[in-house]
Nanobody, 126 residues
Framework: QVRLVESGGGLVQAGDSARLSCVLS????????MGWFRQAPGKEREFVAA????????YYADSVKGRFIISRDNAKSTVYLQMNSLKPEDTALYYC???????????????????WGQGTQVIVSS
């Protein structure tokens, strides 16, 4: 059974940094993509970042490009989201996602991912 478990959320101040972690269990990340979505209160889920199996290809939402970095550690079956220069508008519930047969043209689409974690809350105070 595939399972994704996020950690690293919490309350931070604007301008601070935080790192989210997502541990994959039940299979190895040997195909497809893993990534992060987020959902703020009253808003739809939105794409944040994704990384392909090789680790060479990464994708970012325009709103986080240049501030967030997605990476992976194969040995730990973990994907990270380093978040820098956080803004109050980054406040959201952050979900880790995975799909091992994803179509790359859909990598920014929530419905393209079969597996979701429970989410970790990030609150950025001004």
């Amino acid at each position: 059974q595939v399972r994704l478990v996020e950690s690293g959320g919490g309350l931070v101040q604007a301008g601070d940094s935080a790192r989210l972690s997502c541990v994959l269990s039940g299979r190895t990340f040997n195909s497809g993509a893993m990534g992060w979505f987020r959902q703020a209160p009253g808003k739809e889920r939105e794409f944040v970042a994704a990384i392909r199996r090789s680790g060479w290809y990464t994708y970012y939402a325009d709103s986080v490009k240049g501030r967030f970095i997605i990476s992976r550690d194969n040995a730990k079956s973990t994907v990270y989201l380093q978040m820098n220069s956080l803004k109050p508008e980054d406040t959201a519930l952050y979900y880790c996602v995975a799909d091992f047969q994803i179509i790359l043209s859909s990598i920014r689409t929530p419905d393209a991912y079969d597996y979701w974690g429970q989410g970790t809350q990030v609150i950025v105070s001004s």
